[in-house]
């Protein structure tokens, strides 16, 4: 397994994750109110207060601060993958906690013919709630059984084993078949949704890929290529910073294609971009594909003599390195211009373009084979 696509899963995985900590958040979040409500309901018509306050008020306390930290724990901002589904174990165990106690009142209610009517109120919203996990909490399969288990299993056992508690016992077993049927079926959708999630924010990347990325070379496209020269234009502007743009046109690319094909004329344009992108990678450096066999590259934060060392030694290295290629060794000299912004000349950036591209149409009329500057720029003593 490459590293490249064990760092697609990598990212696909946690991907997963973050949708489901956020989901896990936010259907969390209401969730523990209902719990202290439905507590205060039984407990007060119940007369709980009354007969057991200490117990009445732990549990009131005890809702009411698990709700709390549900809502105080926060999704993560930018955690990792094992960060994440830590998150998410400690958020469960908060919900779970909540379940368990909800599971003690219950068995409590039942067991307590004190509550009076308010054992039927019990029962109803324990069903309630299980309900409520089956659909909300169907992000992981296992934590929602555990939950409606907690909750329900304790004053179960209690009113089947009494024989006045077995018809609301046997009542609510077959009510719990519905809710593990709608569990199973709300954890299939919502992994459905995370895929469907997950497909469209992979054809999101490649779209917008697609729209910075030369297919061919992989180097920047025209597009990426304007947008990052504007920004750096706007930047220089304000800070005075020097910013040079490079023009690079390959010679008589025609003759290659002629020669060895067209096929070869594509790799021969792909080693062009690959030493490019060797050649201007200092920080500031945009090397791009702007079309057919014309490059280009931002020099951001460069003044005009050390562009010029830079595509001088460029050009050199093109001059006297051939490509091989498919068996030929080809030799692609190329042109160069280069213009230094100035926003004073300057009144946008194609101004600043065209000042290159009249260097790179200077360098091929005087023999190709070289770099050339703007006229306006004068290149000045380091
Ligand atoms: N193989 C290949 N050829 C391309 C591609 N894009 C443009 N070309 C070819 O590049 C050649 C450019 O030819 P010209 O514009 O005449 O320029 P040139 O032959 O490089 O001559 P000068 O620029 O004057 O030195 C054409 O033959 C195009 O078909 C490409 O993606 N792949």
Redesign the pocket.
Known sequence: MSDAYAGAMDAIRTGRLQQEMVDTYQRALTGGMFYAVSWLVVGLYGDAFARAPAASWALTLAFLLLATWRFVHRPLQDGDGPAIANWLLLHWGIVLATTALWGVLFFWAMWDPGFGRAQTTALLFTLGLATAIAHAFSMRRSFAFAGVALLCVPGLVLLWVRPEGRADGLMMVIYLVYVVIALLRAYVEYQQRLDLDQELRNQRDLFSRQSRIDP?TELANRRQFADVLDHAAGRAAGTGSPLTLLLL???????I??SHG??V??A??MAIAARLRTAFQQPGDLPARI???EFGVVLDGQGINAALARAEAFRLEQATHPIALEGVAVTATV?IGLAQYDPAVHDDMDALYHAADGAVYAA?ATG?DRVCLAPAVEAVPA
């Open positions: 061919l046109d390959v010679d008589h690319f025609k003759r294609n002629d067209h096929s004329g594509d021969c344009l079309g057919g066999e042109s091929k190709r």
